[in-house]
Nanobody, 115 residues
């Protein structure tokens, strides 16, 4: 069964950078889009960025100009390059793959940005 495996989370100082990765552990078909969401303490899960299989990105206003989403369709992997990190970026980050059949979610990876 397909699972999404996330990596790259950790602790970083404000202004620093971090790169998140999310790869499907099994065979996955008909991927229409991949994305990253996050949930900060006391807040609802929110969209961070998405990218279609064709490479068209979409970003939340709060991360535009700082984060870059990319994908490797051959590896069934999506990345999130995070730069100029702010303390308010601290959250658990979740990846997802949207397919013609269902939506897959990762278990989340913690990103903590210190002041």
């Amino acid at each position: 069964q397909v699972q999404l495996v996330e990596s790259g989370g950790g602790l970083v100082q404000a202004g620093g950078s971090l790169r998140l990765s999310c790869a499907a552990s099994g065979i996955i078909f008909s991927v229409n889009a991949m994305g990253w969401y996050r949930r900060a303490p006391g807040k609802e899960r929110e969209l961070v960025a998405t990218v279609t299989s064709g490479g068209s990105p979409n970003y939340a206003d709060s991360v535009k100009g700082r984060f870059t989403i990319s994908r490797d369709n051959g590896k069934n992997t999506v990345y999130l390059q995070m730069s100029s990190l702010k303390p308010e970026d601290t959250a658990v980050y979740y990846c997802n793959f949207v397919t013609a059949y269902r939506v897959y979610w990762g278990q989340g990876t913690q990103v903590t940005v210190s002041s």
